[in-house]
């Protein structure tokens, strides 16, 4: 995105060293559903610019669509590590894929960073089948989480964490400027 303190990065690429950089992982349904990652993306560059933060935003967007090559263990690593390593999750769960509505692999995600109180924001589209289960089982382990039915809201959810993990981040970098000039 020109002009934008907003990066894309898709699966296999290089998570770029962006110094201050947030960085935030769109999780959730990839097979036969609605392309939601791009609008996500697109709400989240909005929002973040409207939030007046510079600090650049890194957004590590996973695809089973990589050219010439199919499900591997590398894209399960790339997943792996960029799961652990981003200051939060967006998790949405979109209606769609009739064969195999419940995307076991992206509520297994989700059980794994609620589990270990990882920051995530996270979304169910009316009508994704396991809807009840998502929001039942955050209710029990993040009683504080809102399960938000809009993409634009959760994502709104994520702009806030990642500028309260910004100004703590600034903060913590000033008083370490501050210690080290004494």
């Known amino acids: 995105m020109t002009g934008s303190p907003l990066q894309v990065v898709g699966s296999l690429e290089q998570v770029p060293s962006v110094p201050d950089a947030l960085t935030v992982f769109l999780a959730g349904g990839m097979r036969d ?50 799961l652990r390593s981003c200051d939060i999750v967006l998790f949405w769960f979109p209606r769609g894929n009739e064969k195999a509505p419940e995307q076991p692999i992206a509520l297994y995600e989700l059980g794994v960073a609620a589990a270990t109180f990882k920051p995530i924001a996270v979304g169910v589209e009316p009508g994704y089948a396991r809807s009840n289960d998502v929001t039942t089982q955050l209710r029990l382990i993040r009683p504080d989480l809102s399960v938000r039915h809009d993409l634009d809201a959760t994502v709104g959810d994520a702009v806030r964490v990642l500028r309260r993990t910004g100004e703590a981040l600034g903060a913590a970098y000033s008083t370490a400027a501050a210690l080290q000039a004494v």
């Open 33 to 82: 559903c609605p392309d939601w990652r791009q609008w996500a993306v697109e709400a989240l560059a909005d929002q973040w610019r409207r939030s007046g933060t510079g600090r650049p935003v890194t957004v590590l967007s996973p695809s089973r669509a990589v050219p010439g090559r199919a499900f591997s263990p590398e894209l399960v690593r790339w997943e792996h590590e960029a």
